[in-house]
Nanobody, 124 residues
Framework: QVQLVESGGGLAQAGGSLRLSCAASGRTFSSYGMGWFRRAPGKEREPVAAISRTGGYPYYADSVKGRFTISRDNAKNTVYLQMNSLKPEDTAVYYC?????????????????WGQGTQVTVSS
């Protein structure tokens, strides 16, 4: 069983920054691929970023490329999402997820474990 706990959400102004963290339980975090997803009010869940177990092959949605950066610290069992140049349309609940195959993938259906989410609100 893998438990994921997100933190770092909150209120930011447009143009500002936030850093989300996702702490994972278990001794095999370094073997998981990790992803960040978001669900905005009234919209479908969408992929934001993903990273492989080695930290390579990062994936970014077109809407966040150049603004968001995904990274991981396997010693701390934590994956991060640095969000810069925030826009009101980034407002959503952000979820991290774990892929036990270690991949960097955008398909939500392939992730086995999910966190509870953290709210990000960007004001204009």
């Amino acid at each position: 069983q893998v438990q994921l706990v997100e933190s770092g959400g909150g209120l930011a102004q447009a143009g500002g920054s936030l850093r989300l963290s996702c702490a994972a339980s278990g001794r095999t975090f370094s073997s998981y691929g990790m992803g960040w997803f978001r669900r905005a009010p009234g919209k479908e869940r969408e992929p934001v970023a993903a990273i492989s177990r080695t930290g390579g092959y990062p994936y970014y949605a077109d809407s966040v490329k150049g603004r968001f950066t995904i990274s991981r610290d396997n010693a701390k069992n934590t994956v991060y999402l640095q969000m810069n140049s925030l826009k009101p349309e980034d407002t959503a609940v952000y979820y991290c997820a774990a892929d036990l195959e270690g991949r960097s993938i955008a398909a939500a259906s392939l992730y086995e474990y999910w966190g509870q989410g953290t709210q990000v609100t960007v004001s204009s």
